[in-house]
């Protein structure tokens, strides 16, 4: 092969024959390196030379890009490599995937970075609400709506007892939701705790072991964990010191209060209220558990009561004759025994038209702005009636729990057997023989729970007339 030693002229001015596929030109300087050309391509650098017995060409690049001296260069190296045994065209392979390997792992160490950022920028309301989403088909519907309140912000209009001029307050877990997920160690939880024990410590008590469990759940998340410490930030000495321990609450109806707290409450105007009261008492069952009841689950044939209850679901009571006879005279508007009324209309015109009410010192909506029933279709907790009641009975410090109490300590009048009110409350058993060998049905029951029902009426001095009509009950004075 002729060889010159190449200038750029000679570089520029190289052209393939048009009868020719290809033309080369040979550089005399650089061992190998040549320059290619083709009748309707551009000219490019290769290099040429024998590697482990057979003649291997490899493109350098274009005169466009590659200076003579460069090319030369290049040449002589790729010359350097086969000297040394290795041929050129799996070190340039090589060299390529060891550089698409360094942009795959830059790229993933920024796609890493960015995901940690946003992470570390996620805050406690945001993983909260996920953890709810999460979570909340294995929860009832008053575990999941006690997470929603107690992370609740404050601001909003308040709905009672203020005439629309009150302004709700921030509810315990709200301070913590702003913050980063990742801040949430124990100092901060510690102040939190601190801070809130001082106002209010049994909601903060509730939120606090809501927040130890839903940072259990982060530290399972493998998104989450790595913003977290190993320990459980929430469930430290400090925190639990400064929370303090709940006391019992003792506050029970007497024996010799239960006339006058039945005639105070049978005086409700409102005979739904009046009615659920009295079923908590005879039935010891939780507040939302009598609130929530539909007239589905009274069966009157085989005078049985359903309660969907936190512990089991469900359980089954005797529907005993007194609480057969208040349900049986309440109005059947919807699927709930007991059905709110109403609600205020929130058409915007009635909206505005109540707000100035309110400014002009009015307390109740116009007949013209309620329409409808509220929301869930059952009353609401009737704490404010109850503590009316209990006011004009003359009775201090009785809670709508305290009811519930009161059916447990007023049997003990009767020594029925602690089995037989657990059941009938809802409570788990206590004992082996409890859980695994005794079975009560609903008419064994029956038995205790109407004597039970029968000597609260008779302390209270509350019978039902038998020619009365049906769910018709009225006072005997002694």
């Known amino acids: 092969m002729a060889k010159v030693a190449f200038t750029a002229p000679r570089v520029a001015g190289f052209k393939c024959p048009a009868d020719k596929q290809q033309a080369f030109l040979w550089d005399a300087t650089a061992p190998g390196l040549g320059l290619r050309a083709t009748p309707a391509g551009k000219p490019s650098y290769v290099f040429q030379g024998l590697c482990q017995g057979k003649t291997i060409r490899i493109t350098i690049g274009s005169p466009a890009a590659w200076t003579i001296p460069n090319a030369q260069a290049k040449a ?93 307050i921030p509810m315990p877990l709200h301070p913590l939701m702003a913050l980063p997920l990742g801040t949430l160690d124990a100092p901060t939880i510690e102040a939190w705790a601190a801070c809130e024990a001082k106002t209010r410590p049994t909601s903060a008590r509730l939120s606090w072991r809501l927040l130890k469990v839903f940072l259990n759940w982060c530290a399972e998340q493998p998104e989450y964990a790595g913003l977290l410490p190993v320990k459980n930030a929430a469930a430290t000495r400090k925190t639990r010191e400064a929370l303090g321990k709940p006391k019992a609450k003792k506050d029970t109806l007497l024996r010799e209060q239960l006339p006058a707290w039945f005639a105070a409450v049978r005086g409700i105007s409102n005979p739904t209220i009046a009615a659920s009261l009295q079923v908590m008492l005879l039935t010891g069952a939780r507040l939302g558990e009598v ?32 609480v057969q006879a208040l349900l049986a005279g309440l109005p059947r508007r919807n699927e709930w025994v007991f059905a709110s009324t109403r609600t205020v209309d929130m058409d ?29 279709g059952h009353i609401s907790e009737p704490r404010s009636h109850h503590n009316c009641a209990c006011q004009t009975a003359g009775i201090d410090g009785l809670t709508l729990h305290g009811l519930r109490r009161s059916f447990k300590s007023l049997t003990e009048w009767l020594e ?25 049905p609903l008419d064994l029951l029956r038995v205790h729970h109407e004597r039970i029902e029968a000597w609260i009426l008779e302390q209270a001095r509350v019978t039902i007339d038998a020619k009365a009509e049906p769910g018709k009950a009225h006072l005997v004075v002694a």
Do not use: C, F
């Open 76 to 168: 002589r190296e790729l010359q350097r490599q086969i000297d040394e045994g290795l041929d050129p065209r799996e070190v340039r392979r090589e060299a390529q995937a060891a550089q698409e390997q360094k942009r795959a792992a830059e790229a993933a160490a920024a796609e890493q970075a960015r995901k940690d950022a946003a992470a570390a920028a996620l805050t406690v309301g945001e993983v909260w609400a996920v953890y709810l989403e999460a979570r909340k088909e294995h929860w009832g519907e008053t575990h999941y709506k006690d997470h929603v309140k107690l992370a609740r912000g404050g601001g909003e209009v308040a709905k009672r007892g203020t005439r629309g001029k009150g302004l709700t």
């Open 291 to 322: 609130l929530t009841m539909r007239w589905a689950d009274v069966n009157v044939k085989w005078r049985g009561l359903t309660i969907r209850d936190k512990v089991e679901g469900e359980r089954v009571i005797p529907l005993t004759p007194y």
């Open 348 to 376: 915007p015109k009635n909206v505005r038209r109540r707000a100035r009410r309110a400014e002009a010192g009015g307390v109740e909506p116009a007949a013209g702005d309620v329409k409808e029933a509220s929301e869930s």
């Open 416 to 440: 029925i057997p602690a089995g037989v009110v657990a059941q009938i409350m809802g409570h788990k058993p206590s004992a082996t023989a409890e859980r695994h060998y005794t079975v009560r």
